[in-house]
């Protein structure tokens, strides 16, 4: 069930006229008692994954900080973003994000905070795993080249496109198309230019990007694995 879906369900079943109906019909009144448990469950599950990783930061709410108003609007729009995600790792990746946001200083603005918070959330699971498995190959190869241009990442693009293909069962046209869609994320940015050969199917990730990862990664263990996508 997606977040839309839960956001509907829930207007309808919170929906005086519809609580009056179930009073009415024996079924009704059955299933309507069915989903607000449902969702009841899905809400708590979500606040406990998000709060429990909250606490595994350095951040305490009887701390200054914690107490101040830029902590408390970003605590509020970020606990709002993880009660609408349905997945357990990027609830956690939320409340990495406001965490490490504020023991590091490293967002002291809270508008920044704001856009890195929507390109979190904007940025749908099968999206943010293709991101990091190119990190992986960028990573790799920087080390060995520096910069990365358009010979450096044609060395390994064929590879990084063959994993994510065999991985998401899907098309290298498909992959081509969700990269090009975050080029308005911030996230990633083709390569331009007129080579001999290039089809413009090509890019690297944005300073932008490398940012948002090292807020929300956690401290210990993956930042992500294959299970994210099943999650």
């Keep these: 069930m997606d977040n839309t879906m839960n956001d509907k369900i829930e207007k309808i079943l919170t929906n005086p006229a519809i609580g009056a109906a179930s009073q009415m019909h024996p079924l009704l009144a059955a299933a309507h008692s069915s989903l607000i448990t449902s969702l009841t469950n899905i809400q708590n599950e979500r606040r406990e994954v998000f709060m429990d990783e909250l606490s595994r930061g350095k951040i305490r709410f009887e701390d200054k900080i914690a107490q101040s108003d830029p902590f408390v609007h970003c605590f509020i729009i970020t606990y709002d973003a993880a009660m609408r995600s349905l997945q357990r790792q990027k609830n956690q990746y939320f409340a990495h994000l406001l965490s ?74 498909e992959i081509n198309a969700i990269l090009t869609r975050l080029n308005k994320s911030g996230l990633y940015s083709t390569i331009v230019g007129s080579y001999v050969g290039y089809y413009g199917d090509r890019g690297t990730l944005t300073p932008i990007y490398y940012k948002l990862e090292d807020l929300i990664k956690p401290i210990e263990g993956d930042f992500i694995d294959d299970d994210f996508l099943n999650d």
């Design 100 to 173: 490490s946001s504020f023991e590091s200083s490293e967002l002291y603005n809270v508008t920044e905070y704001e856009e890195y918070l929507n390109m979190l959330n904007e940025t749908s699971s099968r999206e943010l795993w293709i991101l990091v498995v190119l990190s992986k190959y960028e990573k790799k190869h920087r080390n060995i080249h520096g910069k990365l241009t358009l010979k450096e990442v044609s060395i390994y693009w064929d590879a990084f496109i063959a994993e994510i293909s065999s991985k998401l069962s899907i098309s290298s046209e």
